[in-house]
Nanobody, 118 residues
Framework: QVQLVESGGGLVQPGGSLRLSCAAS???????????MTWYRQAPGKQRALVAR????????NYDDSVKGRFTISRDNANKAVYLQMNNLKPEDTAVYYC????????WGQGTQVTVSS
């Protein structure tokens, strides 16, 4: 079955950086390449919200306004992975970050905690 596993979260001081990874299994290279990949986050007491998305065909990206210029989403179809480079982190970026793969079905990872605090 399809599985997404996130990693790279942790505790970081304001202004710091983290790189999240999401590794997919149970998909062929071709199938993974067809999926739109999205990072979401859910802060305590808030709904899950889109952070960044990268398309399947041409790698077109879009971001929530709150992270534009600080976060970068990328994908490596050969290794069936998607990444989120997060720079200049702020306390309001604290959340559980989830990876989602969408094509004919929607798949979610288990999430990775990111805490930004001094």
């Amino acid at each position: 079955q399809v599985q997404l596993v996130e990693s790279g979260g942790g505790l970081v001081q304001p202004g710091g950086s983290l790189r999240l990874s999401c590794a997919a299994s149970g998909l062929t290279f071709s199938a993974f390449s067809s999926h739109v990949m999205t990072w979401y986050r859910q802060a305590p007491g808030k709904q899950r919200a889109l952070v960044a998305r990268i398309s399947s065909a041409h790698g077109v990206t879009n971001y929530d306004d709150s992270v534009k210029g600080r976060f970068t989403i990328s994908r490596d179809n050969a290794n069936k992975a998607v990444y989120l480079q997060m720079n200049n982190l702020k306390p309001e970026d604290t959340a559980v970050y989830y990876c989602n793969a969408l094509y004919q079905a929607s798949y979610w990872g288990q999430g990775t905690q990111v805490t930004v605090s001094s």
